[in-house]
């Protein structure tokens, strides 16, 4: 009964709490029972106290091969086991050493048991430790780090308690400095140490590390190449360390990753984590990635989306190792299909689809069919003489959220844009990307958080067939808010005319971004900001457009342009009159260069920035008020507004005058003179709501979110002739108005710039 155990487990040192909490995981408690049986059955019933019982709880909850659980529970039960430290070794140990039967000497050496450190065995340590510092000490005093001295005491006393170590580090330290005077209290000023590295993607980020320091290898504690038994929940086999010895082989301890996406859509912003992780894991520890496309459905993959995806990685900056489909091994995966079969492990199913669906489906009444029946009948799967949903092939085990025995084969009646009509079935997700990942011998199976749930399927497969098993590491996704991701959601986006396409620039995915005028490096940073975190974050799209203003303030030269031009006429200039204006490139950065526009008699000014009637606080023209004109060193005043039959102002009448003459004004804006013609899209967010896909938010669905605004087109907007020549994707700032970026609509005849971002962030949209 629950409370039998219960008491038990108080009984041994956890808490009321703690033990409830256990109760509640079946697994565990089941294991920890057993431990504390076993230890009883060596010690006697009376005789698990509490720091036994602590040890054998830590034991079981860190554990992950069941069947040294014995072995333990009597190392721990006989003494041979009294601490943390020598409980982290002893798992250790059992995890590289997965073998029967264990060398005790080796566990032994290894773990500590009946080593024995007398307390002036601990001082006289210590104090060579406090010799070895002690000019360094007298001169630091109590701002030395003292962590130094605790780390090379424990260094030179392996199996000794850190707290009795650390007690005598105390009573030297005082010893030797005295009691701690006020300069001793004072915090010691902090250095600011920056980082000098600056590979491709340079902005400082999670703790002041760029993505590439974050990736290294040491700061995520992946385990090593070779090593992957000390991973949490890798499974261990009697043939693990051989394939290992033979996976190492052939990689030479490399580190190898693959993206692997599947090409029934464009990759978006979450993507790009994706192949930040997976390409710079590899790039910042001098390993390689694989671009692998998981082409097993071919109902929905089409080849603009294989290049779509091959350009987003490369525009990302990263170039594959190589090149490679699921569909390169669909043979081999056959082959495989058929050992895991023979081996008992697969049976041909024929529930339906529907069957199928949830976690609580039906078990299949075909699950227990004989191997020769279910090898006949995959045979005749293959060679297409059932209908699809007839039949399919599934595993017989149990995923990680409980849903029963998946799918590996389905029936598809469609060709295949690689294999034509060579197949009509074709591997799942779960059969496939374990299997793939193993045939490129993958070191460290990257992907994000949902796949969790298929981690036990990843290792049982493998395992099952017998072939070498990567690891798979989990991440967590990222996530924007106001937008939406998923590729059905997209679709129908594109279906109703909300979007033009995939590479709207209203949309997230990453050909729409590039379209929009955002720098990779700016995407890259972004992801280096967000961080390698393994929980789901949700972010912001202004920190986005905060990364893109960092890099495009640096790269893209100025222009400028008038988006609602007025027509102003200098009236105290020669009808011919013609002036060129040197304008920089990056004002803050002349020695990037400059460019020169003409001043005429005929400027266009934004509309804003003239008012008929002086308002409080208004520093741009009025008819009392002149103002200098950017980089031209004129200041002009109005001397006469030309209104329309509507009352509109057309056109102002002004003079100038050398700006070294005038009186300083109280603001300079930009103009045009001569312009070109072009057409200007801004862009605002495409969803009104921050969660359009909650029904708690947007009870009718996302279609019922679309923002009006999110799409104003300027077909008459005017820019200085330094434009002109611009090819596709160009970036400028047009100056006081924001981010350009040319766009691929854009023809001989007429320019169309694309608003990539505003010069500052909008506070109204936090």
């Known amino acids: 009964p629950a409370a039998d155990t ?11 709490q703690k033990a409830k909490e256990t109760l509640r995981n079946d697994a565990l408690s089941s294991s920890f029972k057993e431990a504390i049986t076993q230890a009883q059955r060596v010690h006697g019933a009376s005789g698990v106290d509490k720091a036994m019982g602590v040890l054998l709880y830590s034991m079981t909850s860190r554990l ?7 072995f333990l529970s009597d190392c721990i039960a006989q003494r041979k086991l009294c601490t943390e430290l020598q409980l982290a070794a002893a798992l250790d140990f059992v995890k590289s050493h997965p073998q029967d039967p264990i060398n005790q000497k080796e566990f032994d050496e290894a773990c500590g048991v009946g080593v024995v450190i007398t307390p002036e065995q601990i001082e006289d340590a210590v104090e060579a430790v406090m010799k070895k510092h002690k000019e360094q000490l007298l001169k630091e005093r109590y701002h030395f780090n003292m962590g130094l001295l605790m780390a090379e005491a424990r260094s030179a006393l392996k199996w000794a308690d850190g707290k009795v170590i650390k007690n005598e580090v105390d009573l030297q330290v005082l010893h030797l400095l005295g009691p701690k005077t006020e300069a001793d209290l004072e915090k010691k000023a902090k250095v600011s140490q920056r980082s000098s590295t600056k590979i491709f993607i340079y902005v400082n980020s999670v703790e002041g590390k760029s993505l590439m320091e974050q990736l290294k290898g040491e700061a995520l504690k992946f385990h090593k190449p070779g090593e992957n038994f000390t991973s949490e929940g890798y499974v261990v086999t009697q043939n693990t360390m051989k394939l290992l010895a033979k996976h190492l082989e052939i990689t030479g301890g490399q580190i190898r990753t693959r993206f692997p996406p599947e090409p029934n859509g464009i990759l978006h912003i979450g993507h790009a984590k994706a192949i930040n992780f997976n390409f710079g894991y590899a790039k910042a520890n001098n390993g390689i990635c694989f671009l692998r496309y998981d082409d097993t459905n071919p109902e929905k993959e089409e080849e603009k ?4 995806i091959k350009d987003m990685v490369e525009w990302l900056g990263y170039k594959p190792y190589a090149i490679t489909h699921a569909s390169d091994n669909f043979q081999q995966l056959y082959d495989l299909a058929v050992e895991l079969i023979r081996r008992g492990h697969a049976y041909i199913c024929h529930q339906k689809g529907e069957e199928l669906k949830g976690h609580n489906a039906p078990p299949s009444p075909w699950r227990d069919r004989a191997t020769e029946e279910s090898l006949v009948l995959f045979e005749r799967m293959k060679k297409g003489l059932f209908a699809e949903g007839e039949a399919t092939l599934r595993m017989k085990m149990v995923m990680e959220d409980g849903k029963m025995d998946p799918v590996a084969y389905r029936i598809k009646y469609t060709p295949h844009h690689r294999t034509g009509d060579e197949w009509c079935i074709y591997p799942t997700y779960d059969f496939t990307h374990c299997l793939c990942d193993s045939i490129e011998n993958i070191t460290h199976s990257l992907c994000t958080k949902e796949f969790q749930a298929r981690r036990s399927s990843y290792y049982w497969l493998c395992n099952a067939v017998d072939v070498y098993c990567p690891v798979q590491w989990e991440y967590g996704r990222l996530n ?5 991701v998923s590729k059905r959601k ?3 986006l594109v279906e109703t005319g909300v979007v033009r396409d995939w590479d709207d620039p209203r949309l997230f995915t990453l050909t729409a971004l590039r379209r929009r005028g955002f720098p990779p490096e700016a995407i890259n940073n972004f992801c280096a900001r967000v961080g ?6 949700t972010t912001e799209p202004h920190l986005l457009e905060s990364c893109v203003r960092d890099v495009l303030n640096d790269t893209a030269p100025r222009a400028m342009a008038v988006l609602e031009p007025l027509k102003v006429t200098i009236t105290n200039l020669p009808d011919n009159f013609k002036s060129d204006i040197r304008v920089p490139n990056f004002p803050a950065s002349e020695s990037k260069g400059s460019h020169t526009v003409q001043l005429t008699r005929s400027i266009f000014i934004e509309q804003s920035d003239f008012r008929e009637v002086m308002e409080k606080g208004y520093k741009r023209l009025t008819a009392e008020q002149p103002v200098g004109l950017r980089h031209a060193g004129y200041v002009i005043s109005v001397q006469k507004v030309i209104k329309d039959s509507q009352g509109k102002v057309v056109e102002l009448e002004v003079t100038c005058t050398t700006s ?10 930009h103009w045009v003179s001569e312009p070109l013609v072009c057409e200007v899209r801004l862009y605002e967010r495409l969803f009104l709501h921050k969660n359009p896909e909650d029904p708690s938010e947007v009870p009718k669905g996302f279609l019922s979110d679309i923002n009006p605004n999110s799409l104003q087109v300027i077909s008459s907007a005017l820019v200085d002739t ?5 090819k596709v994707f160009d970036k400028f700032q047009f100056e006081r108005v924001g981010y350009f970026s040319l766009d691929p609509d854009s023809t001989a005849d007429k320019l169309v710039f694309n608003r990539t971002v505003t010069l500052k962030e909008d506070p109204g949209k936090i």
């Open 6 to 16: 219960l008491k038990l487990f108080t009984s041994v040192g956890l808490s009321e």
């Open 305 to 308: 989306y294989f290049t779509a």
């Open 64 to 70: 992950r091969d069941p069947k040294r659980l014995v």
């Open 490 to 492: 997209i679709i129908k």
């Open 722 to 726: 330094s434009v002109r020549g611009a």
């Open 480 to 484: 924007l808010t106001y937008t939406v």
């Open 660 to 669: 070294d003459t005038a009186e300083r004004p109280k603001a300079f804006i």
């Open 532 to 537: 390698v975190t393994v929980s789901q974050t």
